[in-house]
């Protein structure tokens, strides 16, 4: 019998802040590098990371919200089946 792993709550919480972090130190780094090739190198996924660190944040905010909109706080509305 196998187990899923999950990551701990604070973990996961801090994840998208760090993708951000990350982006955002390959975005600094892409900027004050002389090297075109390497700026291109840092750049792009500083880019990608810092949109990825967004675009987690929104949908969670957004997940959390509409699940807020739908549970009910009457739990004696659910059957036992559910």
Known sequence: MS????LSRP????LPWFYMLCGLAGLSASY?????LMSF????PGL???L?????LL?????RKMRADYVSTDSTLLSKEE
């Open 3 to 6: 187990r899923d792993k999950h």
């Open 11 to 14: 973990v996961y919480e801090a």
């Open 32 to 36: 004050f590098n002389p090297s075109r």
């Open 41 to 44: 190198a840092l750049g792009v």
């Open 48 to 50: 990608i990371a810092m």
């Open 52 to 56: 990825g660190g967004i675009v987690v």
């Open 59 to 63: 949908r969670r905010r957004d997940f």
